[in-house]
């Protein structure tokens, strides 16, 4: 640091703290012969030849052994000023101060050879130049702190102190050596500075001498400790507090006694300061030697003091002074080799950041602050890391999901495809009677039996077939309640819970809306389509060409009107494969009545049914109501029931179940067999051959009586829906279907004959066990629950105004509670009132996403009938309403 500008120091202030390893700096300096050697002739031996070297003058005459040239960092001639020395060989380390280093300055030489001369000059100068320094540079705040000690005779004494007690020497582990309880007074300026300096002067231990008057008889230390601190305003906010110290150390010099000519206090304090300096010389030459233990700082107290000075951390320059008379020639000598030595230990200076308490808090504040950013931004890091871990895991689970997904719809198309091909395999009737737990096998059996049996020519054996058929498919009624019954079992929870479309729960629960896609599955099931479509066509031929038709004659007919007969002697047979899938129930008195009956009535029973005579069967028209339709039902089914295998046996079932099977699809006929059953004209097989008559006679009535016919199976149905506990859906569905058409008979005998056959299992007429789905399917209870969610949709389906106006309607109290409960409740439940029924229909239908009552399509249940190229599809009981059995 050859000049101190604040640029250097700002460097400094950079932190660039690590140590600077260098050499002391050395110099000698010669001082001019005194006026007493001077006046013994005495000569110079010693001159500099340069900067740099001095060199013995009078080597050819001693012949030593001695070098006779030294070179050093910087040597002085003796006309050299002080100042010179001070700028060339101690200012820049004198002032490292002021950047935080510390410094010493020596002065080493023997007894009156210009040290104290020499060190107060460069003291005067440094401290001079140093609050130069302090004055320019205002934007740092210093403090100034002197300290002045002496050893005197291995004693430490303060100089600023008038009291002459030793100071004791302590070690920190921080500081090294400290001097206990000396002095240090804080500078107000450099004249307060030269004030301490000049009470050190005045303090100081000196003595008179045969070499010097005014011999220093101790070695002096002045210490001069700086701070520094950047001012806040100044921006420097960065900036540490530096502190360092120089000392300027003013050696006692080394004497001879026999020179000095000393004695008593003299030779005393000679010997110590001797002592001392031997010490220092062998520190400085151990350190010279780079041997860095056991190294002797203590054996006295002026190396244990100055030994961070000594090859430690501080910036040294060693000025030497010297006589050059040839009379002091060997202490010349000596100092040239402590010079020499000097010279070759290095320092290793570094900046001192010291913190003041104010500078510490503040130092910590700005830590703290720190720290406390890196853990936001930590913190934001983790946070960041956290939401793509979140990310990356929602994007695997839409993978996950979006291959569920997939393999769902997988498998719903392999389903599907499946079902299409059973539907294209035509074997959909056969499928279904091996999955009916309750008729399997004894409709097969049933079925060959008749068709066995029966067909004897082409027109009955096509209307066996059809009603076999019709069977098959009632049969896929039943199985398709038991595969996919929603109100069968934990299903029934569900399925109106969900908000799904008509489609969707059409789909879910009753196969595929067959109006999607029904072209191509019509062209596919083409051939079945045909089948259904000549299946219905005999029907209709039978309904509309039954007076025009003459077809071969029936062998159990002798009416005039054979065709007529024929025909429903052909459905008999037909619906007698329906019913005997019916199992007998050996407890029904009514069987047991009918088993009681003549067998010559039963043997009879076709030419009875020739001979029955109109009117008769009229009178039982006019007294026959929907119960003893019932009865006759269930007479009907025992009969079968309780049929043995003989012939006549099978004749009179022939009867029974000709006049039942004319009663559905003769819908032309204005009496039907339900009539014909009736319990009192059943018990004897003439009634029901004039009931098979007087149907033939019927299908002659006009279309006003179908309509009649109709409304009131329409009535009965809806009664036996009610006493049935039928589900409100299934009601609801297949009352929409009614519409009058002759078609809806075909779907009306189907579904009076399974709720005929329904409630007479619920009255005990008919107990078939195992029979699981019966029990679920017509449980109060079941249709209790269907009304609760019927209930739940109704938020829905309606808004806040038509719910208003539906209890009003429905007479609930707007006040009160659990309305749409209510409201649900009292649907379906009047089955004597059509105004009633129709509203409750179009409630449900809403409810569950039916098209309007009149509107719902008889495709949407697989019961298309009519060859509609545009609506077709091929007939799938699978995917028919739910039945309850
Ligand atoms: N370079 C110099 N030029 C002129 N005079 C000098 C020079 N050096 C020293 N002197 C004079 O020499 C005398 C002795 O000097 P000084 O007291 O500084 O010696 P010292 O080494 O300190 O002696 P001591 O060790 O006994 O204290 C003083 O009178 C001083 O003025």
């Known amino acids: 640091m050859g000049s101190i500008n604040g640029e250097e120091v700002m460097e400094w202030d950079g932190q660039d703290s690590s140590a600077q390893e260098e050499k002391i700096f050395v110099a000698v300096r010669l001082r001019p012969l005194n006026e007493r050697e001077l006046s013994k002739n005495d000569v110079a031996d010693w001159e500099c030849i340069n900067n740099n070297t001095v060199i013995f003058k009078n080597s050819l005459q001693e012949r030593s052994m001695f070098p006779t040239a030294y070179t050093f960092d910087r040597v002085f001639r003796s006309d050299s000023p002080t100042r010179q020395v001070y700028e060339e060989a101690a200012k820049k380390i004198a002032l490292s101060v002021l950047s935080g280093m510390n410094s010493t300055i020596f002065a080493y030489g023997q007894t009156s050879s210009g040290k104290t001369y020499t060190m107060s000059g460069i003291t005067e100068y440094a401290v001079k130049d140093i609050y130069d320094y302090i004055d320019k540079h205002v934007e740092r705040e210093f403090v100034l702190k002197f300290s002045a000690m002496e050893i005197y005779n291995e004693a430490v004494k303060d100089l600023l102190s008038t009291d002459g007690t030793p100071l004791r020497l302590l070690d920190d582990p921080e500081k090294g050596t400290i001097v206990d309880k000396l002095t240090e007074v804080t500078l107000r300026d450099s004249s307060h500075l030269k004030e301490l300096l000049s009470v050190c002067e005045s303090q100081r231990q000196t003595g008179e001498t045969t070499l010097n008057e005014m011999s220093s008889r101790s070695h002096q230390i002045l210490r001069l400790i700086v701070e520094s601190e950047a001012h806040e305003y100044f921006g420097a906010e960065n900036s540490s507090t530096l502190t360092a110290s120089v000392n300027f150390v003013d050696l006692a010099g080394s004497e001879r006694a026999s020179q000095t000519l000393s004695a008593g206090a003299r030779l005393k304090e000679g010997s110590h300061i001797n002592r001392s300096l031997l010490t220092l010389g062998t520190v400085i030459r151990k350190l010279s030697k780079g041997r860095n233990a056991h190294i002797p700082y203590r054996d006295s107290k002026l190396t244990r ?12 320059a060693v000025i030497c002074t010297m006589s050059p008379a040839h009379s002091h020639l060997e202490q010349s000598r000596n100092t040239l080799l402590f010079a020499s030595c000097a010279k070759q230990v290095s320092t290793n200076a570094q900046v001192n950041v010291v913190m003041s308490e104010k500078a510490l808090v503040k130092q910590l504040q700005r830590e703290l602050a720190r720290m406390e950013n890196e853990l936001r931004n930590l913190s934001s890091l983790s946070a960041s890391s956290d939401s793509k871990s979140a990310l990356k895991e929602k994007e695997l689970l839409i993978e996950k999901m979006d291959k569920e997904i997939k393999d769902l719809t997988h498998q719903r198309d392999l389903a599907q495809s499946r079902v299409e091909g059973m539907l294209r395999s035509g074997g959909e009737s056969k499928s279904w009677v091996h999955m009916n737990n309750l008729e399997k096998g004894s409709w097969t059996d049933e079925y060959s039996a008749s068709e066995a049996s029966e067909i004897s020519d082409p027109f009955r054996s ?17 199985n398709s309640s038991r595969i996919e019954d929603p109100f069968l079992e934990n299903k029934e929870d569900h399925f109106l819970s969900d908000d799904t479309s008509p489609s969707l729960y059409i789909d879910k629960y009753f196969g595929p809306d067959p109006s999607r896609g029904w072209e191509k599955i019509g062209q596919e099931n083409h051939k079945d389509f045909e089948d259904d479509c000549k299946e219905v066509q005999c029907i209709e031929i039978d309904f509309t060409k039954r ?3 003459s077809l071969e004659q029936p062998p159990c007919s002798s009416d005039e009107d054979g065709s007529d007969h024929s025909v429903i002697v052909s459905r008999s047979k037909s619906s007698a494969a329906i019913l005997t899938t019916i199992k007998k129930s050996p407890s029904s008195k009514v069987a047991e009545e009918i088993e009681d009956a003549p067998q010559d009535n039963k043997a009879n029973s076709k030419e009875k049914v020739s001979d029955v005579e109109p009117e008769a069967n009229s009178e039982d028209l006019c007294t026959k109501d929907s119960q003893s339709s019932i009865k006759s039902e269930e007479v009907q089914i025992i009969k079968i029931m309780n049929e043995d295998s003989g012939a006549k046996q099978q004749e009179e079932n022939c009867v029974v179940e000709l006049n039942e099977v004319t009663k559905p699809k003769s819908v032309k006929q204005s009496d039907d067999n339900l009539e014909l059953e009736d319990k009192k004209t059943l018990n004897n097989q003439e009634k029901a051959a004039d009931n098979g008559i007087e149907k033939a006679q019927d299908t002659k009535q006009s279309g006003s009586d179908w309509q009649t016919e109709f409304e009131r199976q329409k009535r009965e ?18 009352f929409l279907l009614f519409k009058g058409e002759p078609s809806d008979a075909v779907y009306m005998e189907v579904e009076l004959r399974r709720l005929s056959f329904l409630k007479n299992r619920l009255h005990g007429a008919i107990v078939v066990k195992d029979d699981q789905s019966f029990t679920h399917s017509s449980s109060a209870k079941a249709l209790n629950r269907e009304r609760e969610m019927l209930s739940k949709r109704m938020l829905k389906k309606f808004s806040g105004k038509d719910r208003e106006i539906l209890y009003k309607k429905w007479g609930i109290d707007l006040k009160s509670k659990q309305r749409r409960l209510q409201l649900s409740r009292k649907l379906w439940t009047d ?3 059509m105004a009633h029924i129709k509203e409750s229909a179009s409630i449900v239908a809403k409810l569950v996403g039916f098209k309007e ?4 399509p008889k495709e949407m249940f697989g019961l298309s009938f009519s060859p509609k190229p545009a609506n077709f599809r091929s007939f799938s009981w699978k995917h028919s309403l739910p039945s309850m059995m």
């Not at 149905?717 to 859906?729: G, K, R």
């Open 831 to 833: 089955a004597t009132n």
């Open 853 to 856: 009552p009149g509107q719902a």
């Open 305 to 316: 003091i100055l030994q961070n000075s000594l090859g430690g951390n501080a910036k040294t």
């Open 462 to 478: 096509d209307v066996v077939s059809n009603a076999s058929r019709l069977s098959d498919k009632f049969q896929g009624v039943v």
């Open 717 to 734: 149905i809806i009664e036996l829906w009610d006493s049935c506990n039928i589900p409100l859906v299934h009601r609801t569905y297949f």
């Open 547 to 549: 007076n025009t038709v």
